[in-house]
């Protein structure tokens, strides 16, 4: 019988108007307790550090835990800098980066940024291009490449990534006429959609699935992920309690925060929060990226450690 791949649980963190004590303390305990990897979102024209630069920072701090960027935005950044980016840092980190990137979703961002924004279509073309690009940087020992929209002549990458073949790219988005088939054509792992329901997973599997097949790659060696809320608490006296200030702090009523907030998330006690992953366990999915209330406290992050991860591994 063959053995299944562990679960892995990520701590996807938005760092807007985090500061770096707050970051390190997450990281740090997030290392500590077990944690697969963690993650930061990548704008430029916003109260938040800038992703790259951070992730560094922690990796250089902790020991084990893998950095996903959550996602890269493809415009920000020539491939081919890119490429010698993510090949220093896992040099550095030992192996500990996963290459998060996506066709870029905020137009108000980049062109704040004083950067072009082009359309979806154009952006999902960029995308492939670059990951394609990409690759070959961190395979061959030199590259020619003359694409649409990215050219290089001679370009070698050196020292090369220690993953082997390549570090592993993560292509995330929503879209489903132009981002899902980017996914099935480039990714290595997937990453779609906030709180799926199963069919919401199935659906969008379809679509990422139909693209790979057409491309010619093998649709099950893409990595599927969940991105999920978390609220836990230890008792539902405790979530209940827990909610009502959430709610509070939200500006809504319990009722209100909990129709539009909790809906379909990994929320609850312990053994309900375990009971939801099961679910998307038993459908296939081994990979999730928790959402916790910003900044992550350091209670929530050992309680789903020690109460939800241990059952799953």
Known sequence: MTSQPPVKFNVRINQYRYGYADLQRVWLEADRLGYYSASLFDLLNTDALECWTTLTALLAQTQSIRAVPMVLANPYRHPALLAKMAATLDVISGGRITLGIGAGGSGSDTRASGLPWASTRQRCAMLEESVSLIRRLWTEPSVDFEGGFYRVAGASIQPKPVQQPTPPILVGGHGRRYVLPAIGRSGDIANVGNNDTLDDHRRHQGIVHRAAEAAGRDPSAIEWTHNGDCVIAATQREYDALVARLA??????????????????????????????????????????????????????????????ARFN
């Open 248 to 309: 509070e702090r939200a500006g809504m009523p319990v009722a209100e925060y909990r129709a539009r907030r909790l809906h379909n998330t990994l929320s609850g006690t312990p053994e309900q929060v375990a009971e939801r992953i099961s679910e998307y366990v038993e459908f296939g999915i081994r990979y999730f990226f928790v959402v916790f209330p910003d900044p992550a406290p350091s209670e929530t992050l050992g309680l789903f450690a020690e109460e939800v991860m």
